[in-house]
């Protein structure tokens, strides 16, 4: 499994020196679009406790319940990661009880998408200002909803 070994925001943003920059534009693209989201290094979750142990780069942060219960665990809200081959977005936010991201699925230039991630190869690859569109609703609805905006339609 790919890692990043990076203890701060500046070892993480400068663990792939090639990748640095699609890191460092896509965040600025992040915090034009949603200045409410405040840029911060997240360690990972814990061992032994529920949630992604992968560092990355956040925006924007809240707690939510996970399912075995437990403490509340903290989160990005929009999330960077370095991937062995890509770059992974991770959207904690929802529109209609569904992941936001579908919303835009094949509109982001992206190279492939989750539940509720969307991954890229380099930042020119993606649609800038679709890409700019869905972090500004995520701020949005971060904004009017800060102690959770992932609300999920029960199934």
Known sequence: MFQVHAT?????????PERRADLVKLSALIREAAPNLRRYFHKGTPAGRPGMRMSMIGHGRFNYMARSG?????????????????????????????????????????????RNNFSFERFDSLE??????????????FRDDPQNPVRYKQS
């Open 8 to 16: 701060n925001l500046e070892s993480y943003l400068n663990f792939d």
């Open 70 to 114: 437990g403490e509340p665990v903290s989160w990005p809200v929009i999330g960077m990661a370095l991937q062995l081959r890509y770059i992974s977005v991770y959207v904690s936010a929802t529109r209609d009880g569904l992941p936001i991201v579908h919303a835009y699925k094949g509109a982001l230039g992206e190279s492939r998408m989750g």
């Open 128 to 141: 800038a200002q679709r890409v700019f569109e869905l972090f500004a609703e995520v701020g949005r609805i």
